[in-house]
């Protein structure tokens, strides 16, 4: 007979083991069928063979984490759970999984026991290739007075606004051949941000960017499709583009004496109309230094760039050229003109309310303009005519600071340049891997693992592309010292601007499972569809948002979380073409590199 006692006692062990299994296998399951928000990574995805991070900012008691696919019966990797830290501004904490290890291609979520797990992300070959042609063609989507066909812009279809071909001069920019009144064509260009105004100064960062990334990686270029009206031309279409807006700067320029204006644009902001439906008086305002000699080494780069092309653009590079010199000769004669918008309106009417783009400090325009210039002309006057290195200071390229420009074109095209200016790389060169070497300095103890957001400076009005162009200076570093530290760098802060953050958002608008969907920008908001313009970057957390621009709707007061995703938002989440053109560049560096298996 059977131990009736023994019988007993085992049938209470299998008893309590099957509900103290089943109890937590139960609610395992029930988490893990949560998505949760604070599982923060790349929501587009990553390389099989790149660095694969994400942060888990929760208090969270698990020790591991596992890869599964999106219907979660399937675990194909598990990791452990960093220690947590706190974050450095809200001293939340935060865990790092690190899955570099897992090279799989598909889809897969990340799941934390206990929490839940994440939004669904890829891993495959040119896994950011759709990013890079929507933020590329969103300067499609931002073309002045020209209609957009749903043949080509889809949804976001639209009727021409601002034809800009009867345009006065504004008593600011008055001279004796163009009296104030005058009225000139100045039609195309981009619409600058989430308003209809077009502005030199911001064009000239933006240009210098793109064309950039052009000369960068050309071959990648030449084999990108964007489906515009030009699509099918032997033009690479990044090209393409930028001539849209090229020939509209071009326009700028007071051919009289070669000064450019500072902006074309109404007297005050629109409503949230649509393009076709904002008809104001536009105006072109006061001549400045900035805009001059930004309008310079664009042109002077685009002459270089175009040339390649003559037989498409006949006569285009020259004309570039031309303007380029003309617009140096200008601001050489006039050094010091500022924009000072506040003062103009004390003394001319009708008073100007738009963007000002006011810079009362040239000296990083001469570099860049006179650098451009000299690559283009091979002419040392133009390389003698400033001081290269006025300073230890490597700044990051913004509208009001290119200096760095000027030393990645020198960089770029050292070995073209006449025994003079060869003196100077050894320099530029050092420099710019200091600079890369500083960026990277700490990013192992970072809380979210990225270059972006060491100091609370990064988080300033357009902090998206501060992080963006801080990608552009690590892989600058990386051309010239072809080290893959700087290129995992310049990948994790495309990881944070594609949800790696504090704020758990992906900053463009359509990608990502929780993009920016109402940015500030006209088009999206009066169009009456529900998703904004693609391929848009939001500025994103800025420290002193709440402060700028009184939106009522911010959860934080931490500089790295001090983001709204809503409309009335202009100080975190309006778009501008200058943050727009390092992300083109960060994306097509990257997928560039990788196609070439350097990363």
């Known amino acids: 007979m059977p131990n009736t006692t023994s019988a007993k006692f085992l049938g209470c062990i299998l008893l309590c083991l099957s509900f103290s299994c089943s109890g937590p296998r139960q609610a395992l399951v029930a988490n893990e069928q949560e998505l949760t928000d604070h599982i923060r990574l790349n929501q587009v995805g990553f390389y099989p063979e790149a660095p694969k991070i994400a942060v888990v900012a929760a208090d969270n008691a698990a020790s591991k984490f596992y890869v599964k696919t999106p219907d979660l019966t399937q675990t194909l990797f598990s990791g452990k759970l960093t220690d947590a830290t706190p974050s450095e501004f809200s ?11 897992f090279t799989d291609t598909g889809r897969f979520v990340l799941v934390v026991p206990e929490l839940g797990h994440s939004y669904t992300f890829g891993i495959r070959q040119e896994v950011h290739k759709e990013l ?11 073309r002045a007075s020209t209609d957009l066909p749903e043949k080509y812009a889809g949804k976001w279809c639209r009727a021409a606004g601002h034809p800009d071909n009867q345009v006065l001069v504004h008593a600011s920019a008055a001279t004796a051949a163009r009296p104030a009144g005058t009225m000139i064509s100045s039609p195309g ?24 990334a052009y000369e960068d ?3 990648y270029f030449r084999n990108q499709y964007l489906n515009i009206p030009e699509s099918n031309n032997e033009v690479p279409d990044l090209l393409d583009e930028v001539l849209w807006n090229l020939r509209w700067m071009l326009t700028m320029q007071d051919p009289a004496d070669g000064g450019v204006y500072h902006k074309l644009t ?8 649509m393009p076709s439906e904002a008809n104001g008086v536009r105006y072109v305002v006061q001549k400045s230094t900035a805009a001059t000699l930004d309008f310079a080494a664009v ?7 175009y040339r390649q092309y003559e037989a498409a653009f006949p006569g285009l590079a020259d004309s570039c050229l031309v303007a380029s010199e003309s617009a140096w000769q200008w601001a050489k004669q006039h050094p010091d003109v500022a924009y000072e918008q506040d003062a103009l309106n004390k003394q001319f009417d009708p008073a100007v309310h738009t963007g000002a783009y006011g810079d009362k400090e040239f000296s990083d325009e001469f570099i860049w303009a006179a650098a451009e210039l000299y690559i283009s002309t091979k002419n040392d006057r133009y390389y003698r005519a400033v001081n290269l290195f006025p300073d230890a200071k490597m700044p990051l390229p913004g509208w009001s600071q290119v200096r760095l420009l000027g030393y990645y074109s020198l960089a ?3 070995g073209v340049l006449t025994p003079v200016g060869q003196q100077a790389i050894p320099d530029v060169k050092k420099r710019l891997i200091a600079f890369a070497d500083d960026l990277l300095h700490g990013v192992a103890t970072q809380s979210y693992r990225t270059v972006m957001g060491k100091t609370e400076k990064d988080y300033i009005w357009g902090s998206s592309s501060v992080a963006a162009n801080q990608g552009i200076a690590l892989l600058q570093a990386y051309s010239l010292a072809a080290d ?3 290129a995992a760098g310049a990948l994790s802060n495309l990881d944070y601007l594609l949800g790696r953050n504090a704020t758990g958002y992906s900053f463009v608008t359509g990608y990502g499972q929780k993009p920016t969907r109402h940015p500030h920008h006209r088009p999206s908001v009066a169009d009456g569809i529900e998703e904004p313009v693609p391929g848009l970057l939001s500025g994103g957390t800025n420290a002193r948002a709440k402060q700028q621009d009184k939106c009522s709707t911010y959860q934080s007061d931490f500089p790295d979380e001090m983001y709204t995703d809503d409309d009335c938002s202009y100080a975190s989440n309006e778009t501008a073409i200058n943050w727009n053109a390092p992300l083109v560049y960060l994306v097509a560096a990257l997928e560039a590199l990788h196609e070439k298996k350097e990363l």
């Open 412 to 414: 770029r095209h050292a």
């Open 484 to 486: 893959k530290k700087y």
């Open 299 to 305: 042109m002077a780069q685009a002459s270089r760039v």
């Open 266 to 273: 109404n007297p005050n902001f629109d409503g949230m109309v």
């Open 189 to 212: 260009g981009w619409y600058d941000a989430g308003d209809y105004n077009k502005y030199i100064v911001n064009s000239g960062i933006t240009m210098g960017t793109l064309l950039s």
């Open 91 to 101: 001293n939340k904490p935060t865990r790092v999984a690190d899955f570099s290890a």
């Open 217 to 219: 990686f050309p071959a």
């Open 132 to 142: 890079g042609e929507a933020a590329l063609k969103s300067y499609y989507y931002q």
